[in-house]
């Protein structure tokens, strides 16, 4: 029973071992503080409130897996009377993971800050930088775990058991940094392509102390690269690709779509939003397969948006995968809304 204990901790912690290894969303641009850093502020703005919100894997589990994110980001002027339009982003951003059964919980808090740099006279091209310091507390219930020196014999797990087992909680410092690059496309097109190092510090995360069975495991450092564009085609209709890459010790991640907005009529404040995209993964065995495929939908009334998506696994059909699908909302507000920038995607 130990060893299944440490198969279990190890699933949660080491991202070598397990096969969802970080954080990560589907609607990746309605969680922009999540994604890169230097996309604090980056909204057409003044401020701007998110909230999503990911369930993952109910056909397998009485209680799935639950994952929250809130963030609020601010943008400033600098300098207002200067002619180019640099910007300063500060944010916060709220995190939990959250696994039935033991009660794991991985919970984080992180202040994020950005500088958006306009690159010419009109504002149409901006380079943008960001940093963002967390602090991240994980916790499990020993209490809900047994053991077989526990079991009585007859009708249950009641007796004291001899498992010397460490501290249920701890917690590390996380550091992420990233760069971001947006261009506008004529009148009413732009695209946006970026990169980000997340776990810069690659802190210990485990619950043994050093020199203990796993007690030096360390989280690997993830590489990731975005790219998105917002293409205008005309009849209020435009086409938004969207392309994510991640690499995180020997696992890899790439989600690739697009979506297609449609705007109610030139003067309407409302759009409507469908989209579809895949994601093949990389496991630590390097095989490379087909994950799963996206279903998407979303709508913009005036400043606030709302997403909805679905994650349908592909491998859903063999016996130890079925059930793993994913089901994620997501709600953006933009405050004191300004028409003549947008400094990034949406979804």
Known sequence: MRLL??????????????????????????SPLTLNPALTGSSNGKYRAGLIYR??????????????????????????????????????????????????????MALSGAYHKSLDPRDRQYLSVGIQLGLTQRNVNISKLTFQDQYNGLNGYTL??????????????????????????????????????????????????????????RLYRKYSGQ?????????????????????????????AGSNIKFKFNSYSPTSFHVGAWARPVRDEQSNIFLDAVVLMAGIEINNLVMGLSYDANISDLTTYRQGQNAFELSLVFIGEYENDEVMCPKF
């Open 55 to 108: 369930s993952q894997w109910k056909g397998v589990l009485d209680n799935p897996f639950k994952t929250y994110a809130g963030s609020i980001d601010l943008k400033f002027r600098v300098l207002p009377k200067n002619p180019n339009k640099d910007y300063v982003g500060a944010g916060i951003l709220f995190y939990s993971d959250k696994v039935a059964g033991i009660d794991f919980s991985n919970t984080q």
């Open 227 to 255: 790219f998105s564009a917002d293409l205008y085609l005309g009849n209020d209709i435009s086409i938004l690709p969207r392309f994510l890459f991640a690499l995180q010790g020997p696992h890899m991640e790439i989600n």
């Open 160 to 217: 004291a058991s001899s498992e010397e087992l460490p501290e249920n909680n701890f917690g590390y410092p996380d550091l992420s940094v990233g760069i971001n690059y947006t261009s506008a496309i004529g009148k009413n097109s732009r695209y946006f392509v970026g990169g980000a190092l997340h776990h810069a510090l690659s802190p210990k995360i485990t619950f043994y102390r050093s020199g203990d069975v796993i007690g030096n495991a």
């Open 5 to 30: 204990f440490l198969i279990f901790v190890s699933y949660i912690l080491f991202p070598g071992f397990a096969e969802a290894q970080d954080k990560h969303f589907t609607q990746f641009y309605a």
